[in-house]
Every structure is written in C-alpha cells, then in structure tokens.
C-alpha cells in the first residue's frame, strides 16, 4: 500500500471542508495579514516570516515576508509536520534532521536551517495552517518567551481569519480568456466591429506604449501605420457590413505603429467571434524587430579581454596564485550580472557590449587600489583586492551594486541591470586559489538566491549547505544507478463511456531511508543533472514495454510519458524514441510525450523541428498543465501538439469557482477551436466528471478512477487478465 511522504492528520477531510470554508486559497495579498508577518519577522528577528495554509497537496502563503513563492508542494512543506502537533514545531537546524535534511528548501533556496511554526486552529478544532518562521542559520534555542509571542501572533492570524469568514462575499469571476491575457507575452487586443477597443494586456502596453485607460475612447486605428490603412479601413467596412474579414484565422506581418509615433515591423495573428449580436476581432501581435546576430568574438589574446580591455581569466588565475603564494591578505570579489540577458536579447549584442564596456569603466573607478580586475567571461567579472578588512570589503562591495545598477544609456535608450557579489578572504576562507574563488562562488549563489542586486560574505554554513545538495545529488545518482527509480501509473479514462484509454507514467523514488518519494521531493534537482536525459529514456523504454503487455488484452491503450527539458535538447530524443518503439513493438500513435508548455517560449527552431519530426511518425504530444504557465496562445498554431492538458489547479474547485470553470471552459474551447483532444487531471469527486461531462472534455484522469499505483496493481485494478 502506497505512503503518504508526509503525515496526515486523522481528521483531514474534515481539515481541507473547514479550511474551504475561508475562501482563502489562492486570494491575493492584504494589509492585515502582510503586517502580521513583517511584525513576525521584525519581533523575532528573521529574514522569512509566512502565514501558511495547508490544502490536500500544496501549502499556500496568505501571507509572506522574504520568500518570493506563493506556495509549495505539501510533500516538502515543513507547515505539513507543523499541522499534526498541539503545540510549536521548532527545529533548531534542518540539516542535522533526518526529515529535512535532504528536502529541496534546505539544500537549494531559501536554504532553511531553522524552523518554528505555530498551528492555526480553528474554533471547531481544526489545523488549518501555520504562522511560522525561517531563517538560513540555525538557532540551538526557543524560549518560552519566544513561544508565548508566536501563539499570540497565531491568535491575531486566526482572529482575523475568522473574521474574513464571517464577512466572504462571492465576488464576480471575470472572462478567463483575460486571466490568460493578462500573462502573455505577446500582445493581446480585442476590438468590435466599430473599431473600439474592449481589451488590451499589459504586453500590448509594452509594446505599443498605450495604457488601456488612454484607449477608453480611441479607435484602434491609433495603432495602424499610413502603410496599411487602406487594408483596416477596408476590413473594418466588412465587418460593419456582416462581412466576414479577408485576414481573420490568418498570421501575416505588417508595421505597428506606438504612441511615440516610431513603426516597426510585427507579426499579427488575427480572428473573429460572435458575442451575442455583435462581432468581435482578436489580434495577437509579436514584435519581429530584426535583431543583429549573435557574433562570437574570437580573440585570443595573452592576457587581455578584447571588449572591456580588463586582464582575462587566464591571467587573472596567474595573478591570484601569485598573491597568496607571497601569503598576502586579499579579498575576492565575485561578480554576475543581473539581467544582462535581457539586454542582449532585446536590444541586441551592440547594446550589451555597451553595457559591459561600462560596467569594466565603473569598477575601475570604484577599486582604483584593486591588484586586479577581470572579465571571467560572459558577464562575470572579479576583483582582487588587497588586504581582508571584513568592512572595507563589504564597503567596496555595496558601492559596486550601487554603482553598477545606475541606467546605462545606448542609443538613446536607457538599459537598467544589476549585480549579485559573492565576497570571500585570505587566508581566512582559505589560502589556495581554487578554494578562495570557490568560495566567492558559493556566496555568489547565496545573493543571487536571496533576490539578487546584492552582495553576501561567504561563511561555512554556506559550504555546508552545498555539501549537503551535493549529498542529495550523490544519492539521486546512486538512485539511477541501484534502480531505486520505480514507475507508478494513473488510468486515463473516456468521459462519455469510462472506459480505460490509457495511462500516465508517473515517476517514484523509493528511498532507502525515507521511503517513497513523489516528484517534488527531488525532480528539480534531477532536472538539472547531467543524468536527466539517460533517466528520461528509462523511463520511456520501462513505459513502453508495461503498454505492450496491456496492449494484449486492450488493444487502443496509450501511454503518456512525461519529457525533461534536457532530452528536448539532448538531440537525440527523435532517434531515442524510435529506437524505443522498435525495441518494444509499441506503436507510435499509442505513445503519448507530455511536455510543460513553458519550455517552448524560447521559440525555439531546433525544438519546433524535433516535434514535427516525432508527429511524422505518429507520436502524441500534448501541452502538460496547459494554462499555469505563460505561453501565448499563439504556440498552439506554431507547434503540432494534439492534446491539451488541463492542470488540476483548476478542476480541484471547478464547481464552486466560477473561475476556475471559467478556465476549464476556456481550454476545451481551445481545444476544440485548435481541433486538439483534451483531457484534465485532479478529478476527485463525482460533482466534477459531471461538469467536465457538461462541457464535453473528452478524457479525465484522477483520483476518482484511481490513484498512481505501481504496474502490478494497476494491472489487477483495470486489465482483465
């Protein structure tokens, strides 16, 4: 029988009906919890402060302080631990805690070592969540002062959570066809037949320089250059007329035209709708600004940086090895530019040559006395100071920020950047090269983890967080290796018969110690090694064998597997998956690829190739989670998926959120308009296929058919033998 990872309270059905009935889930910030938590964090003195509520499979912070996620998976959430005790959880240090000292929160940001949260428990009885604190350094003590103070903070919590109860009003949903808007990257504009605007998001504002308020009473010829006017007015007139518009369910390029009155070339996507009597026009625009090349700048000289004229790495090493040699005190400056990136990709590399030439001028200003300063490469430059004054290092270190985050000015154009500084010294930190710049490293990865435009002075507590990931890391790969990886399998079924279509290949890690982990206990780090694509084809091959054998007794099974981002760009994954399906007899159409929708914003040529290549041979693919990301709608023209995948965020309150139905109606509207299957996840309850039946979604997978449960359970459970 399968484990929970975490604990479960004896009476959580019972928590999750009570905790529903706050309408807190998801809600946006508010004054009166905000300033319960900063009062947490300044009473108790600790960087991260949250008021946390935990639902079946996820905590969310109604309210946080140093911490930029707005929730976490319940399978790491410390809240979850919190929630079964009567009185304060307190742990003085979370790596010397078998429960945490592997979790994904103490080996990577926000890099917890001390905990204290206090239940929040309803009149009824009920822990719902938690006030709790963190902080990066562990601390051996919690007085009963200390404790006193955090119970009352939980009562003010509760208090003013009883009080948002007794006051809930159900506020009208808006139109989910803006909540997506508001989070693409492409403009988005909507228009009537008259011409006046009825929606613009915030990338239109961006990109066209209107507010949506200056458009209240604007037609959008405002935004129509001279060069195509006649094309607008004539296609206006038709849609006056009844008319069906010449351009409508077509891309084409033509100029936009800003406020600024500058034009530039972009890519228009464009469509009508009926609303009632009325037609409605719907145009997504992409700015396709030419931008120049990426030039590799091929100089090799001895010892200088061709672009910013500052010594390179290779002289850098030989001048660091020479100075602790002579035992001199030195201090290291590490610095990486924050959203340097962005530069180049927006503005073109002319403008980030700029921008780094500038940068070299105002460290030069700023550390006349350094020995030296260099370019590492990329945007990563260093400074070697002499001497190892803890406070002339931190002094030099807040001027370089400050200095460095001043607007750079190009063509007329202001660029605003950054920078992250790790800071290590001599001989304190150590007295050899590699270990002093590894340790500016690490302290480097602290500041940018801590919300970047920062510096940090390393100290060992930060080696001895990366011992421990490292640790974790080690494990993950033994785990490969000793086959402790093991596929679980949820059925997907077909919402008019029920019957069983297919399945999804879930991964589980069943841990020596720990017992079965889900994904979110370690897939983000494993994402991100080497090994990623080598575990990625295991489990494609182990999935596709498993099928075949169900395949004998149904023959239309489908398996659905899902994709790391590494094998989408390891260029093998087209030969892999056909190697696989040859190997096992699978055959195509019943292999299903899942991928995040948010790994296809980089428009990528390379990847767009490989998945028509996978279609050709008749592979599924299907956009995972469709809707939580940020992908424009426009993905669904330029890429050949067949299947979208609502997320279960939307269907776990499908029937009392308008919204959140909003959403789902959305999507099979998507769907059905893209001539694309869909099928949603996270279905619990009877109430919820019944609306899924309604809007006619075609496929549905969830818990009320069945949970991930390993092959040979699956197999008793749905293949008749």
Same mark, same amino acid.
């Given at each position: 029988?399968?484990?929970?990872?975490?604990?479960?309270?004896?009476?959580?059905?019972?928590?999750?009906?009570?905790?529903?009935?706050?309408?807190? !889930? +998801?809600?946006?910030? @508010?004054?009166?919890?905000? %300033?319960?938590? =900063?009062? *947490? $964090?300044?009473?108790?003195?600790?960087? #991260?402060?949250?008021?946390?509520?935990?639902?079946?499979?996820?905590?969310?912070?109604?309210?946080?302080?140093?911490?930029?996620?707005?929730?976490?998976?319940?399978?790491?959430?410390?809240?979850?631990?919190?929630?079964?005790?009567?009185?304060?959880?307190?742990?003085?240090?979370?790596?010397?805690?078998?429960?945490?000292?592997?979790?994904?929160?103490?080996?990577?940001?926000?890099?917890?070592?001390?905990?204290?949260?206090?239940?929040?428990?309803?009149?009824?009885?009920?822990?719902?969540?938690?006030?709790?604190?963190?902080?990066?350094?562990?601390?051996?003590?919690?007085?009963?002062?200390?404790?006193?103070?955090?119970?009352?903070?939980?009562?003010?919590?509760?208090?003013?959570?009883?009080?948002?109860? !007794? +006051?809930?009003?159900? @506020?009208?949903?808006?139109? %989910?066809?803006? =909540?997506? *808007? $508001?989070?693409?990257?492409?403009?988005? #504009?909507?228009?009537?037949?008259?011409?006046?605007?009825?929606?613009?998001?915030?990338?239109?504002?961006?990109?066209?320089?209107?507010?949506?308020?200056?458009?209240?009473?604007?037609?959008?010829?405002?935004?129509?250059?001279?060069?195509?006017?006649?094309?607008?007015?004539?296609?206006?007139?038709?849609?006056?007329?009844?008319?069906?518009?010449?351009?409508?369910?077509?891309?084409?390029?033509?100029?936009?035209?800003?406020?600024?009155?500058?034009?530039?070339?972009?890519?228009?996507?464009?469509?009508?709708?009926?609303?009632?009597?009325?037609?409605?026009?719907?145009?997504?625009?992409?700015?396709?600004?030419?931008?120049?090349?990426?030039?590799?700048?091929?100089?090799?000289?001895?010892?200088?940086?061709? !672009?910013?004229?500052?010594?390179?790495?290779?002289?850098? %090493?030989?001048?660091?090895?020479?100075?602790?040699?002579?035992?001199?005190?030195?201090?290291?400056?590490?610095?990486?530019?924050?959203?340097?990136?962005?530069?180049?990709?927006?503005?073109?590399?002319?403008?980030?040559?700029?921008?780094?030439?500038?940068?070299?001028?105002?460290?030069?200003?700023?550390?006349?006395?350094?020995?030296?300063?260099?370019?590492?490469?990329?945007?990563?430059?260093?400074?070697?100071?002499?001497?190892?004054?803890?406070?002339?290092?931190?002094?030099?270190?807040?001027?370089?920020?400050?200095?460095?985050?001043?607007?750079?000015?190009?063509?007329?154009?202001?660029?605003?950047?950054?920078?992250?500084?790790?800071?290590?010294?001599?001989?304190?930190?150590?007295?050899?090269?590699?270990?002093?710049?590894?340790?500016?490293?690490?302290?480097?990865?602290?500041?940018?983890?801590?919300?970047?435009?920062?510096?940090?002075?390393?100290?060992?507590?930060?080696?001895?967080?990366?011992?421990?990931?490292?640790?974790?890391?080690?494990?993950?790969?033994?785990?490969?290796?000793?086959?402790?990886?093991?596929?679980?399998?949820?059925?997907?079924?077909?919402?008019?018969?029920?019957?069983?279509?297919?399945?999804?290949?879930?991964?589980?890690?069943?841990?020596?110690?720990?017992?079965?982990?889900?994904?979110?206990?370690?897939?983000?780090?494993?994402?991100?090694?080497?090994?990623?694509?080598?575990?990625?084809?295991?489990?494609?091959?182990?999935?596709?064998?498993?099928?075949?054998?169900?395949?004998?007794?149904?023959?239309?099974?489908?398996?659905?597997?899902?994709?790391?981002?590494?094998?989408?760009?390891?260029?093998?994954?087209?030969?892999?998956?056909?190697?696989?399906?040859?190997?096992?007899?699978?055959?195509?159409?019943?292999?299903?690829?899942?991928?995040?929708?948010?790994?296809?914003?980089?428009?990528?040529?390379?990847?767009?190739?490989?998945?028509?290549?996978?279609?050709?041979?008749?592979?599924?693919?299907?956009?995972?989670?469709?809707?939580?990301?940020?992908?424009?709608?426009?993905?669904?023209?330029?890429?050949?998926?067949?299947?979208?995948?609502?997320?279960?965020?939307?269907?776990?309150?499908?029937?009392?959120?308008?919204?959140?139905?909003?959403?789902?109606?959305?999507?099979?509207?998507?769907?059905?308009?893209?001539?694309?299957?869909?099928?949603?996840?996270?279905?619990?309850?009877?109430?919820?296929?019944?609306?899924?039946?309604?809007?006619?979604?075609?496929?549905?997978?969830?818990?009320?058919?069945?949970?991930?449960?390993?092959?040979?359970?699956?197999?008793?459970?749905?293949?008749?033998?």
């Amino acid at each position: 029988m399968d484990t929970s990872p975490y604990p479960i309270p004896a009476n959580e059905e019972q928590r999750l009906k009570v905790l529903a009935q706050y309408h807190l !889930l +998801d809600t946006p910030e @508010t004054e009166d919890f905000d %300033r319960l938590v =900063n009062l *947490a $964090a300044r009473l108790f003195e600790v960087p #991260i402060a949250l008021v946390s509520l935990v639902d079946h499979d996820r905590q969310f912070f109604k309210a946080r302080v140093g911490l930029e996620a707005c929730e976490t998976s319940r399978e790491v959430s410390f809240c979850a631990h919190a929630i079964i005790q009567d009185d304060i959880l307190f742990i003085p240090d979370a790596l010397n805690d078998p429960r945490f000292s592997s979790n994904p929160l103490v080996v990577g940001p926000p890099f917890i070592r001390f905990y204290a949260g206090k239940p929040l428990i309803a009149p009824t009885g009920e822990k719902l969540g938690t006030v709790c604190l963190i902080d990066s350094k562990p601390r051996t003590t919690f007085s009963d002062e200390d404790r006193h103070n955090l119970s009352d903070l939980a009562a003010l919590v509760m208090d003013r959570m009883e009080m948002r109860r !007794l +006051d809930y009003v159900k @506020t009208i949903s808006q139109k %989910r066809f803006e =909540n997506i *808007a $508001a989070t693409s990257p492409d403009a988005i #504009i909507c228009s009537n037949a008259k011409g006046e605007f009825t929606f613009w998001n915030r990338s239109a504002e961006r990109l066209f320089g209107y507010s949506a308020s200056e458009l209240a009473d604007k037609s959008t010829a405002v935004i129509v250059p001279d060069s195509w006017r006649h094309i607008y007015d004539a296609e206006l007139q038709r849609l006056q007329q009844g008319e069906k518009m010449e351009l409508a369910d077509q891309t084409i390029e033509l100029s936009g035209l800003r406020k600024d009155g500058s034009e530039f070339p972009a890519e228009f996507s464009l469509s009508t709708w009926e609303e009632g009597n009325t037609i409605s026009v719907g145009a997504i625009v992409r700015d396709i600004t030419e931008r120049r090349q990426n030039e590799v700048r091929l100089f090799q000289l001895a010892s200088l940086d061709a !672009l910013t004229d500052l010594p390179n790495r290779g002289a850098w %090493r030989a001048c660091l090895t020479e100075t602790l040699a002579a035992e001199k005190p030195a201090t290291i400056l590490l610095l990486d530019l924050d959203r340097f990136k962005e530069v180049n990709d927006t503005l073109g590399h002319s403008a980030g040559d700029t921008v780094l030439k500038e940068v070299a001028a105002r460290m030069k200003a700023t550390c006349a006395n350094a020995i030296m300063m260099a370019r590492l490469g990329g945007d990563e430059f260093v400074v070697l100071l002499p001497g190892n004054n803890v406070r002339e290092a931190k002094n030099i270190a807040q001027q370089l920020v400050n200095e460095i985050a001043k607007p750079y000015e190009f063509v007329g154009q202001s660029i605003e950047i950054g920078v992250s500084i790790g800071v290590s010294l001599a001989p304190m930190h150590s007295a050899r090269s590699d270990e002093l710049l590894g340790a500016a490293d690490l302290a480097l990865y602290k500041a940018k983890a801590a919300g970047k435009g920062r510096y940090e002075l390393f100290t060992p507590a930060f080696r001895q967080v990366a011992v421990a990931r490292r640790a974790f890391e080690q494990e993950l790969r033994l785990a490969f290796e000793n086959g402790e990886f093991e596929l679980f399998y949820q059925p997907q079924v077909a919402t008019k018969t029920q019957q069983l279509t297919g399945a999804e290949a879930l991964m589980r890690w069943r841990h020596p110690a720990r017992g079965l982990l889900a994904p979110a206990s370690f897939i983000e780090v494993l994402s991100e090694k080497p090994s990623a694509a080598a575990v990625g084809e295991w489990i494609l091959r182990t999935a596709c064998l498993q099928a075949v054998k169900w395949q004998a007794h149904i023959p239309y099974f489908r398996i659905s597997v899902n994709l790391f981002e590494a094998q989408l760009h390891s260029g093998r994954l087209l030969t892999v998956v056909q190697k696989v399906l040859e190997e096992t007899g699978l055959p195509a159409e019943s292999l299903e690829l899942e991928i995040v929708e948010n790994i296809l914003l980089r428009n990528d040529n390379m990847t767009l190739k490989l998945l028509h290549g996978l279609r050709d041979i008749g592979v599924g693919l299907s956009f995972d989670d469709y809707g939580t990301g940020f992908a424009s709608l426009s993905l669904l023209k330029r890429y050949p998926v067949n299947r979208l995948k609502i997320d279960r965020s939307f269907i776990r309150d499908v029937n009392a959120n308008p919204e959140d139905a909003a959403v789902v109606n959305a999507v099979i509207y998507l769907g059905k308009s893209f001539g694309l299957e869909v099928i949603a996840e996270g279905v619990e309850t009877q109430a919820h296929l019944d609306f899924l039946m309604d809007s006619h979604c075609t496929e549905v997978q969830g818990y009320l058919f069945g949970k991930p449960v390993p092959a040979d359970e699956f197999s008793s459970a749905f293949i008749s033998t």
